[in-house]
């Protein structure tokens, strides 16, 4: 492979683990901020104890996330710095207000939620994850401000061979980043929602201890996994509106629509191949369907199940096939990532820079050294990750250390 | 003005991360046993989170106000950058994972993972460091320790008893702040020394971009500021117990 391709599959590989963790932190950082509300609003133990099982599994995710997130970051100015060089004063910008506006408060405070637990006032606990929630969107916003800039670049002028930002109200107002938003992140309330329902099938199924504990979650990850799935498709459906002519003709497969795309393409930027890999295109997009339409009829039919008491302490086929679910929103997550960011191929910054250009002069061996370390890093770190988070949802809220008070608790003393 | 906001996030970065990789490294000569190596890891758990995040707004800030820069610095020292992400990301996983399982040989073999990535990312400076500054490779290890020498300070600062004997016992006496303030110092002038060598000046992004992103983050600098200031203050008690970690 070219060190082109070594580069985009570094990216590739480091940006989709990424998105896993990050689909799941923001669907259930809602959740436990909503639970956490229901907790100390009421004084209700239940939903103490539902705020720290779920918040330990959240954080278990979490640190996945921040750790595929920091490679990603440096990868800009690692492997593609001919983007930062060439659209660094706009594509940049959003980056630099995504880890001001919203990273940094979100680690700081994500830090004083899990450390603070009994230390601080009650409502300011609560205050802390609703703040971390909604920098995690606001997190989210200013990503897709960038991705949706690569995707259709507004706001810019090209001065010396270089873009130059002349109107932010209009990259932050860019449909192909707006209509983005709505999409990832209704798509992660499914993937929170399923992941609620599917563990607390686990634990119904097998007649664990805590039943009602159980139920009450499974409600509530039902609850958000079908409105959820319905916001998302219809986010989907506009996304479609927006989507490139080229993406769009890859998408329709037919033959006349590709070779009119690339005519125009080659009519306005002179010889050479814009088609994206059309195969690949299209069957994550397909992928992407598919397993749209399964969850929806799979959260309907569930969203009524669940009405009925019997189904939900005894419908054991369906608890099974809950639980089976969860890895569903994560692959048609994927799917649709593939089917957005394959579809922009050949460009970096659809029909100003192609990817090709915007490679670091890097040499072979370089790339093959980081992508080799980074794979071997990530997948063994992944493996055990997910071992871990099905370890603890499967031991219970008994098992969980996050808000329990340290085996010794002695008088602190004050440093000053 | 940019230079200045770049100088505050890096610095920041290195006195106040600076702190928890030097406590990282020396973790099996601060703790001797399991339990004290986990008093040990108490001392920083609630601020590693906290103190790394001002490299990511650094970075941040390099993509927004100093895109050229970014670009040449990271891809020009780029095997050294790697080396600097994947000890970052080891110590953190073993920092969070350490905890999470019962049992001595997953917690001895995470604490390993602190120890050796908390190494690889202070060499990874180092190396970072000599290829700015005009100095030998071998100053790298001097960075190193300098990093090594501010933990120990603020472990002296976080611990009590045997504990707290042992970290200041090697910089020489009981006075762990003073020592803490020149480390801190150390690494400031390292960080002031090493931006001076770099072209930051012809680097800067656009005038519009500046004129937008500078206000903005001059604006929100206090809110950050007060953002951690409160973490400082929730855990600013000696730790003498373990942690969620």
């Known amino acids: ?416 | 003005m940019e230079i200045f906001i770049l100088g505050f996030f890096a610095l920041g970065y290195l006195i106040l991360a600076g702190a928890d990789i030097g406590v990282g490294m020396l973790l099996p000569y601060l703790g001797r046993t399991a339990a004290e190596r986990r008093t040990v890891i108490a001392a920083i758990a609630p601020f590693f989170l906290g103190n790394e995040v001002w490299l990511v707004a650094a970075a941040g800030v390099l993509a927004g106000l100093f895109p050229l820069l970014e670009g040449e610095l990271l891809s020009g020292n780029y095997l050294a950058v790697v080396a600097l992400l994947v000890g970052w990301v080891i110590r953190d996983m073993g920092l969070w994972l350490r905890g999470r399982m019962p049992g001595a040989r997953w917690q001895t073999f995470w604490d390993g993972a602190v120890v050796g990535g908390s190494w690889t990312l202070a060499l990874a400076w180092g190396v970072i460091f000599t290829q700015i500054l005009p100095v030998p490779i071998v100053a790298a290890v001097m960075v190193a320790l300098l990093f090594a020498m501010h933990g120990l300070a603020f472990a002296g600062l976080r611990l009590t008893g045997e504990l707290r004997e042992r970290a200041v016992r090697l910089t020489g006496g009981s006075g762990e702040g003073r020592t803490y303030a020149l480390t801190a110092a150390a690494l400031t002038a390292l960080g002031v020394l090493a931006g001076a060598d770099l072209d930051l000046a012809a680097s800067a992004a656009d005038a519009t971009t500046l004129s937008l992103l500078v206000p903005v983050t001059l604006a929100l600098i206090p809110f950050l500021v007060a953002a951690q200031a409160w973490v400082w203050w929730t855990f600013r008690a000696r730790v003498t117990g373990p942690s969620y970690l």
């Not at chain 1, 907790?39 to 954080?59: E, K, V």
Request: proline share 4%; aromatic share 12%.
């Open chain 1, 1 to 416: 492979m070219e060190t082109v391709d070594l580069a985009r599959l570094q990216f590739a590989l480091t940006a989709g683990a990424h998105f896993l963790f990050v689909a799941l932190t923001l669907g259930l950082a809602t959740l436990v901020a909503v639970l956490q509300t229901r907790a100390t609003l009421t004084r209700s133990p239940i939903h103490l104890r539902m705020t720290r099982f779920w918040g330990q599994l959240y954080i278990i995710n979490y640190a996945m996330g921040i750790v595929t997130g920091l490679v990603m970051e440096f990868q800009f100015g690692m492997s593609w710095s001919g983007l930062t060089h060439f659209a660094g004063n706009v594509f940049g910008a959003a980056l630099a207000i995504e880890t001001l506006v919203a990273f940094f408060i979100e680690s700081t405070f994500l830090g004083l939620w899990i450390f603070g637990w009994d230390r601080l006032n009650r409502w300011a606990h609560l205050a802390l994850i609703w703040v971390v929630t909604l920098t995690a969107y606001a997190s989210a916003f200013w990503i897709l401000i960038a991705n949706g800039f690569l995707q259709n670049p507004v706001g810019h002028e090209v001065v010396n061979g270089v873009l130059q930002l002349n109107d932010f109200g209009a990259l932050t107002a860019n449909p192909a980043s707006l209509v983005a938003f709505g999409h990832v992140l209704s798509g992660a309330m499914v993937v929170g929602g399923f992941f609620m329902a599917g563990v607390s099938a686990y634990h119904l199924r097998r007649r664990t201890r805590e039943q009602e504990f159980f139920r009450k979650s499974l409600r509530i990850g039902l609850a958000l996994a079908l409105p959820a799935t319905l916001v998302a498709g219809a986010f989907g459906g506009l996304g479609f509106a927006t989507m490139q002519p080229t993406k769009a003709a890859a998408w329709s497969g037919s033959a006349q629509e590709l070779a009119q795309a690339q005519a125009d393409m080659v009519a306005r930027f002179g010889p050479g191949d814009y088609l994206p890999p059309v195969e690949l295109v299209r069957t994550a997009g397909v992928v992407m369907m598919l397993l749209f339409v399964v969850m929806l009829v799979f959260s309907a039919v569930s969203f009524l199940l669940m009405l009925f008491r019997p189904a939900v302490r005894g419908l054991r086929i369906w608890h099974w096939l809950l639980t089976a679910m969860i890895p569903v929103p994560f692959v048609t997550m994927l799917a649709g990532w593939v089917f957005r960011e394959v579809g922009r191929q050949p460009w970096v910054v659809y029909g100003l820079l192609t990817t090709q250009d915007a490679m670091s002069h890097v040499t072979p061996l370089e790339m093959r050294v980081s992508l080799i370390a980074f794979c071997a890093v990530f997948g063994l770190l992944i493996v055990v990750n997910y071992w871990l988070l099905a370890r603890h949802a499967r031991r219970g809220p008994d098992a969980v250390a996050l808000g329990s008070r340290p085996a010794e608790t002695p008088a602190p003393a004050l440093t000053f």
